[in-house]
């Protein structure tokens, strides 16, 4: 099972902010387990900490912001995206201003910060939300759609589509995440010169220039005008009759801004609050539909809180019923478990054919067969005991009792022909031959029970 992961150390960055055009200092430091990401504005008094969550954006116009009790900071994908690629889960982000610095305009920075300090593993699994079925948002007023669907890893198409000869039709694809630092991170994000006067009369982009961003000229204008525009950025006079990118370095890759635009999804995205295994397909994509998208994700995920294992029948078992019984002295009619699919160091999961033919359902009901409760704690507690006895030599000569069951709800019936997917995991380490374990029991998607529960390792007489 993978791990949760955050910074070996902290690191600072400094520079102008994108649309305030002040001078900023932004600092990652290492997180506890749990903690994911926040925000602190330290130069405010209480210095009040933001979470970076979906819920809390409350701004879109070219850029990401994030907002708590009226204290703001924006352009924060950038950062959110490099973290997130990272594959870190907690960060404490110090920032002594109302939005991070916008640097050349991409990642780069930020990765090649993250690849000096390094990546520390922790001890909490990583918490993956895994997409199961396609989900779909679309915004019929601008075109823009984003589609996920299921997928072993996170994966993303963009497709980005303007009305400018310059800047017409375009694509990036990321399949693997470890390639974000080559691909994507150092993707500079983009404008149009007839959007610049709007956006500086909405007071945005104060700190905009040719070095922190792509700026595309594809509608001819005077020279008037467009010496006007120039003093206005503080950049040199040019010729209003050649059109195409302005900026000072030249494109990395053909298709930077469809590249860039990928950039801003993964940073809002990592909004979610988990990572997610699936494949992202993005058409003509912005910060709104990123971010209406990320909410849309956070109410599945609370909807379905626990989620079910991913359980393939074509899959050979990791443990089958001879090897089960090698470990457990259960025999019909009480061994309640029929394979094992999946195991790490502190999980384990199992599965249950449930039939009619079970001996329990003839008296309980006759009329309306149901599992009872009891039986599927009992065969929680059996696969937690594989998970237990896997773990020590020689488990042929031990056996697992209950010492204690806390927390149990059953929250649906469970009847014949229902396939039972049995969640177990360590809570806390067995010391002194005692395990505490949390158990969940699935039916498709849905929890049917849940229990804690404390058991002991004894040896056999």
Not at 45 to 61: L, Y
Not at 131 to 149: P, Q
Not at 270 to 286: C, D, E, S
Request: glycine share 6%.
């Amino acid at each position: 099972m993978l791990k949760q992961r955050t910074l070996k150390g902290s690191f600072s960055l400094n520079g102008k902010g994108l649309h305030t055009g002040v001078n900023l200092t932004v600092t990652f430091n290492p997180a506890p387990e749990h903690h994911g990401y926040k925000i602190q504005r330290i130069d405010l008094d209480d210095q009040p900490i933001i979470d970076a969550v979906a819920e809390n954006v409350v701004e879109t116009t070219r850029g990401t912001v994030l907002a708590k009790n009226e204290v703001k900071v924006s352009t924060v994908e950038h950062a959110m995206a490099a973290l997130y690629a990272a594959g870190i889960d907690n960060c404490l982000i110090q920032v002594n201003g109302p939005e991070f610095p916008i640097l050349d305009g991409s990642a780069k920075a930020y990765v090649e910060c993250i690849a000096r300090v390094g990546i520390e593993e922790q001890s909490a699994p990583k918490d993956y939300y895994i997409i199961k079925k396609k989900i779909e948002f679309r915004d019929d007023k601008t075109g823009s759609s984003i589609i996920v669907l299921p997928d072993d890893r996170f994966s993303i198409n963009t497709l980005i589509s303007y009305d400018s000869a310059i800047l017409s039709n375009q694509f990036a694809t990321l399949e693997n995440m470890e390639d974000f630092p080559n691909e994507i991170a150092c993707a500079r994000t983009f404008v149009f010169v007839r959007e610049i006067e709007p956006l500086l009369g909405y007071g945005l982009i104060k700190g905009g220039d040719l070095d922190n961003a792509i700026v595309i000229y594809e509608k001819q204008m005077t020279q008037e005008n467009y010496d006007k525009l120039a003093d206005i950025m503080n950049v040199p006079h040019m010729d209003a009759s050649k059109l195409g990118y302005i900026n000072h370095i030249p494109l990395v890759w053909p298709n930077e801004p469809a590249r860039h635009k990928l950039l801003d999804i993964i940073g809002d995205l990592a909004l979610i609050g988990k990572p997610i295994k699936g494949r992202i397909i993005a058409t003509r994509p912005g910060h709104t539909i990123n971010n209406k998208f990320a909410r849309q994700i956070r109410k599945e995920i609370k909807i379905h809180e626990i989620q079910a294992p991913v359980y393939n029948c074509n899959e050979p078992p990791l443990m089958d019923v001879n090897r089960i019984r090698e470990l457990l002295p259960h025999r019909y009619p009480f061994q309640l478990v029929d394979k094992v699919i999946e195991m790490g160091a502190n999980y384990i999961i199992g599965v249950k054919n449930v039939t009619s033919n079970e001996p329990f359902f003839q008296g309980h009901f006759p009329e309306e067969p149901v599992m009872p409760g009891v039986l599927q704690i009992e065969a929680m507690a059996q696969v937690g005991g594989l998970l237990v006895l896997n773990s020590i030599s020689e488990p042929e000569k031990y056996s697992t009792y209950f010492l204690k069951i806390d927390n149990v709800k059953f929250r649906q019936k469970v009847v014949p022909g229902d396939t039972l997917l049995f969640r177990v995991e360590m809570i806390d380490p067995i010391r002194r031959g005692i395990s505490t374990m949390r158990g969940y029991v699935f039916v498709g998607e849905k929890i049917v029970c849940e229990a804690e529960f404390m058991a002991q390792i004894v040896k056999n007489k």
